[in-house]
Each structure stands twice: as C-alpha cells, then as structure tokens.
DNA sequence: TTGAATTAAGCAAACGTTTGCGTGAATTTT
DNA sequence: AAAATTCACGCAAACGTTTGCTTAATTCAA
C-alpha cells in the first residue's frame, strides 16, 4: 500500500551519496561529517522521508514487538493489565500486539503460532481457562524469546510470572470476616481449574482453619466463570440453607454483587445480617450499595510489572534471567458490606 | 533473539534444492512437483521450520497488521470496541497493534509517526480529547493506507468513520422522560470539544423543542470527562436549583450513577422524583439500583464494524471505494431508573 | 521422429536497511 | 617530508522471503 513511500536509495540518488552514508547520517554516525548529515537530515525532511522499520527490523534482527495474549480484552482486569503494559511498553520504545484466546486453547495454541513467525522480541500471556498444560509455550524458551505470565499462570511451567497473592488475599478478606465476628463463612468459588481461584479457595479454608471454624462444603459454591448470573445462582442456592451464614468471601466482585442483591431481595441486610467481600476492586465495587468490601487486584501495576519484567530480560543481553517470578502486594479495601452497624450482630 | 531459527536456505541446503524451490514448496505452488512437494514440507516440519514474516513482510509488502490508536485502553467502552476489531481482524488473517494516546494530541501524533514506520496495512483511531484537528493523519490518505475513525471523529476531516447516532440517541432519550411525563429534564453534559458530546446535548435540546419544552440552562450542567467525581458535582449543583427537575438525561452512566446516589442520600425517589436515562449501557447500569435506563452504544459492533469496514478498503484492490460513514443503530434499554410506580407523578 | 507443449526446477534480483571492511584524501605527527 | 593517523565516505554482503524469467528434462501430438 506504501504508495510512493521516500527510500534512503532515494534520498542517495538526490544527493549522489551512497545508502551507506545516508543511513549512517541519519543515525548520526560519526564517520559521517557533520556538514553532509545536516544536508541528508535536511533533504530527509523535505521529502518526507521516515524509515521503514520492517526492512531495519529484518537486518538487525529486532522488531520491538511484544505480542500479549490475554483470554479476552473486554474483561475489566484485562484491559486495566493490558493497559499498564503498553504504557510501559511505548515509554520504552516497544509496540504491543494484542491478541485474545476467547478462552479457547485452540486459539491460544495458534496464537503462538503466529507469534513466532513474527519475531516478536518477548512473549505476554495470561492463560486461557482450558489451558492446563503449557507445552505449546515451550518454542519460545528454545527460541530464546522471554516470555512472561501474569495473572492465570501454570504452576508447572518454569517461567516468569507475575501474580498477585491469591491465596494470602483470600486470608486476608476471609480473615476480615472473622474479624468482624462472622462464624459461618460462604465461599462463591471460580473455575478450579484455574490456579488462582483455587488458591483463593485454599486462602479461604486456611483461614477458616487459623480460626478453628470448620470448612462447611455447604457453604462453598463452585461456578465456572464467575459471572454475574452464576453469582445469582449461587445466592439463590445458599438462601435454601437452614441456617444461612453470616458473611460471605465472593472469588470475583461480579458474584458478590449479585450476591448482595439476591440477599436483599431477600430482606437480608448487609452487612448485618451477612457481610460481604468481593475481590477485583472493580469501578462498580464502590458504587454499588452497600459500597463493597473488596481486594484491589492491581491490574494496571501487574501489567505495568510484567512489561517491566519482560523488557528487562529482552535487554538482559547475558542472558544471565533464567526466570524470575514477582508477587504483588493487595490491599484488602474495607467499605460498607462489611461494615457492621452497632447496633449490627452481637458479637 | 531468534536462537537458531530454521530458514527456507538451510531446507534448501538439506534437501540439495534451491530456496525458490522450497519457497514454492510450501506454497504449493503448482510448478513444483507433488512429491518434492511433500518432501519440503515433511522436513520442514521435522526440523521446525516457520516462515520468518517479517522478511515475508518485507518482500511483499504486505504486513496484514492494523495499528489501533485509542485515548486509552481500560475504558469500557474502548475495551469492547478494542475486542470487536481484534476478533474480526484476527479471523480475517489481520492483527492489531495498539497504541493509547492517553488523550494526549503529542501523543497521538508520535503515535502515528510510529504508525508510519511500521507499513501497517490500516488504522483504526479514536481520536482524543484534545484533538481538534487531523492534519496528523493525512499522511495516511498520502501514502494510501486507508483509515477509519470510529466513536469520536472529526467532522472536518474526511475519512471513513463508524459512529452511532449520538444525536438521535440523546433525542430518543430525552423524548422517552418527556413520554413517562417529565417536564423539567436535566442534562449533564460532556466536553463540548468533542462532537459526540456536542451531539448529544444537541439531540437533548431537539427533543425538548419538539415537545415545545423550553431550554433552560440552569438545568445543563457541563463536565470535562463525565467523571462519577464531576457527576456528583453536578447532581449537588442541580439540588441547589429551586425548582428541581424531574427527569434527567446524562451523557453518561458514570454520571447517570453519582446523579442516583446523590439524589437518594437527598431522600429523591428514584424514578418517581427524578427518573434518570443514562448512555452507554455499561455493566454496572443493570446492577445499580435502580437499574438504570440508559443507551446501548454497541461498542463491540462497532468495534467489528470498524474493523470489517478497514479491512474492506484494504482488499478493495481498485481503490474505488473514498471514504465511507457507517451509523449504527443505537438501542434505549427501559429499565426502573425510568419505570414510574403507578403512585408516582400524576401526568 | 520432429517440433511443440508441459513439467519441475534453478538463477538472480528485489524488498529497504544496516554494517564490516576498504579506500582515498586530508590532516597531523615526528 | 615522509609516515602515521584521522576523516569521510563507498562497496557489497547480509537479513529471509518471493517471484519473473530461464532452463533442462520429460511428455505429447502429428
């Protein structure tokens, strides 16, 4: 398409230069006398000239690329990562080339596909929900191309990652019920197939167990995807319970949303009745009433941690990384679910 | 970073065949023998061979990649747009390069200095809150790589765009407050900078003059970024008023929200005080309470639209189609932020 | 049994850069 | 003034493909 793209063969031909020189005037080289670069930067300008930086990157072997797979961009924590990554990237001097899984392994697999035929410099991933196996990464390590996880990582895979703590977080918003005096805890669990809804579940149960309450299996409820209907399902199930608990840790916002407002149709009162903790921080967690209690899951500063880390090992020219894996901190963000009036439960 | 990457020579060398041969061989080129034919392609697949697509690129001049420019990712909207072009480009063999302009026109114009370099095939932009004019982007026009804006355009430049009818949305939700029998409607208004939010405000006022309804611009309150923050602002400004309104249309849901809350800690009902429309139809819209009326803008259809309408002009070979608008329809979603209790207001 | 057509492959240029090496000329050193 | 150094630039290969043009061998038609 490039219609009457301005070459540095052109640029030669007008100033009866060779492309050599050219090419090193417009790098500055300084073989190159400063009169003659002034001219060629001069005469580049006035044609038009920019560089095409598919030939460059073809010659020095570097593209600037990252790719980044991610199940989907329109997921709130998604498009908050994705964003820290290109904003990281572009101030680094690097493109990001976005592609989504759908949660299809099948996608995912020819998505990598495609990245290596596209000598992207380093390799994003967040897993999709039916990857359990990650062999179809494994041409990058033998091709040398960093690459790095955030978020859903396999546990099996040596690579870097990025990952929040899910389980201390799960403890930590389950430990805050405890606080407030809740003693029948429900859990709204994710895909258990994932890593990081199973370790919320497990952060849940340590907790539980720190506290010497007893895991009641009747009390957890597994979804597939955490979705706001599953959320609905899932509250809808616990209010059949006999006794019904008295706080609840929710693996996603979306579920504790729903959550809250099946419970409340209900004429339960939240907190006092059940006190509620999602997890994201999503935009809505503190906007909805009551306001939720909520883990802020730091997508923008995973995403901007994994591009760091993956620039850094792109540049790390000794290759001297083999993998490295980064923990970020949460913060548990206390609002109004679990807020307990006091005129609320007797403790 | 490519290790020891497997190229069509080394086949050529193994196989004692020259690399156009093989070249052709993995084409299936017809000219090539059935056998050597299977040949190539077993042992490129035994060592691992994959095409090197930046040479490919290179010398093709084909580079089946879409720069995206955006004011940023994690914005619902843009996310959902972003997810329509990537998977319509990704089915029809494109990918996507994305770039956020943070609003910011430097930006934006480095954005499209990079884009240049690059031979993408197409762009896809939604220009940012401080462009006010495109001259960054004829350079695309001269070199004949087609563009499409989508969302926020410029109505000066002439260029391929999807939008939807913010005018008659704005209209169709204004008339619908005056149909359940508002007569004092509110409007909080966007950047008037941007033509969508100037449409907007404009269908608002169409429909008031159609139901002989005069403007009062003490009930138009006018924001920079229908932040949730400036929405408070401005629903407090409108309890000030007084004589209140009871009907408001909000350029947004963010807005549309704050402007719920406020009004309840007032103890307003609503509907039946205020009934409110918002725009955007974004999740938190069905959960908020009340569920909140407001405009569907379709942002992965327009996403896909967008897309599918780039990729359209760069296979139209003959270059026959210039320039092209699409408007997409827009859809009032009813919901109980506009649904009158039978006590409410008397018409 | 020729000549023509077909088949299967190779040669080499091209895409636009970058870069190691070479080379005259100008400049400096001794 | 000769030798050494520096300066400013050119030559040509290379990155990995693709592709127009040849070519040699085979097959076919008459």
Redesign the interface.
Known sequence: ???S?ITIKDLAEKMNLSVSTISRALHDHPSIGKSTTDEVKKLAKEL?Y??????S??RR?K?H?IGVIVP?????F???A??GI??FA?KSGY??????S?DSLEREIAIT??L????V?GVIACLGLETTNCNHFT?FK?????LVFYDRVSKDFEASKVVIDDFEAAYKATAHLVSIGCKRISHIAGNQKTDIFKLRLEGYKAALNHYNIPVDENLIQYTSELS?EEGVICAKNILKLEVLPDGMFCANDYTA??AI?VFRKANLNIPNDIAIVGFSNY??SK???PTLTTIDDRA?EMGKATAKLLIRQ?EDTDHIISSETIVLKTDLIIRDSTNLKSSGRIL
Chains 1, 2 share one sequence.
């Open positions: 398409m490039a219609g793209r038009g920019f560089p095409n930086s598919v030939a990157n073809l072997n593209t690329t989907r961009i329109d997921i709130h998604h498009s908050h994705i964003s290109e904003d572009y493109n990001v080339t976005i592609f989504q759908k596909e495609i290596q035929t596209k000598m410099e041409k033998e091709l040398n191309v960093p706001y949303i729903s407002q935009p809505i906007v909805i009433e923008f792109i």
